[in-house]
Nanobody, 124 residues
Framework: QVQLVESGGGLVQAWGSLRLSCAIS????????MAWFRQAPGKEREFLSG????????RYADSVKGRFTISRDNAKNTVYLQMNNLKPEDTAVYYC?????????????????WGQGTQVTVSS
């Protein structure tokens, strides 16, 4: 139905900033609640942040609250994750996900569509 493609990952120094983008194909972007997850080697997928269809409500994991900011531009079919004050423990593959649910859920199984992931590496 739709496809999600993440971009903006790469290598960044500790204390630095990075902005991830997730481009969504199709014309149904505004119907999806969007979220960002990450997964480090040997660890389970971790919810980071979510945003409702209109962008009116957001939700953050405690591990990133105050450092990461999620936003969306429905006209551009894109959701963003601004990451500030990055730490080496933020190193992971970051995934964009879409859900048809109205509310923001933290469980990966709720999300219907996933991107391929983009690698974020934070050096010390």
């Amino acid at each position: 139905q739709v496809q999600l493609v993440e971009s903006g990952g790469g290598l960044v120094q500790a204390w630095g900033s990075l902005r991830l983008s997730c481009a969504i194909s199709g014309r149904t972007f505004g119907s999806y609640t969007m979220a960002w997850f990450r997964q480090a080697p040997g660890k389970e997928r971790e919810f980071l942040s979510g945003i409702t269809r209109s962008g009116g409500d957001t939700r953050y994991a405690d591990s990133v609250k105050g450092r990461f900011t999620i936003s969306r531009d429905n006209a551009k079919n894109t959701v963003y994750l601004q990451m500030n004050n990055l730490k080496p423990e933020d190193t992971a593959v970051y995934y964009c996900a879409a859900s048809t649910a109205v509310l923001i859920f933290t469980t990966p199984g709720i999300y219907n569509v996933w991107g391929q992931g983009t690698q974020v590496t934070v050096s010390s």
